[in-house]
Nanobody
Framework: QVQLVESGGGLVQAGGSLRLSCAAS????????MGWFRQAPPGKEREFVA????????????DYADSVKGRFTISRDNAKNTVYLQMNSLKPEDTAVYYC???????????????WGQGTQVTVSS
């Protein structure tokens, strides 16, 4: 089992920045894929935001949703088992509950991820 705990959400004005963190514990491994998804409104399918995979050394694979490319940056600290999502130039349409997820596969499909955090609310005011 892998436990994921997100933090860093909050209220920010449009154009502002937030950094989300996701701490992993349990049966973690550096080669797991860590992803971020968001959901708005409740009940809607979770939307892919970004994922990161550490291949080894200084090689990372990342992927981003088109809607966040150039504004969001995903990174990870393997020593701390933590993944980050730096969100800049936030827009009101970025308002959502953001979830951290983990799996062994590089995929943008939320249905393929086995492990999820509880979510953290991000609200961007206009």
């Amino acid at each position: 089992q892998v436990q994921l705990v997100e933090s860093g959400g909050g209220l920010v004005q449009a154009g502002g920045s937030l950094r989300l963190s996701c701490a992993a514990s349990g049966r973690t491994a550096s080669n797991i894929v860590m992803g971020w998804f968001r959901q708005a409104p409740p009940g809607k399918e979770r939307e892919f935001v970004a994922f990161i995979y550490w291949k080894g050394g200084n090689t990372y694979y990342t992927d981003y949703a088109d809607s966040v490319k150039g504004r969001f940056t995903i990174s990870r600290d393997n020593a701390k088992n933590t993944v980050y999502l730096q969100m800049n130039s936030l827009k009101p349409e970025d308002t959502a509950v953001y979830y951290c997820a983990a799996d062994l596969r590089m995929t943008t499909d939320s249905n393929q991820y086995d492990y999820w955090g509880q979510g953290t609310q991000v609200t961007v005011s206009s």
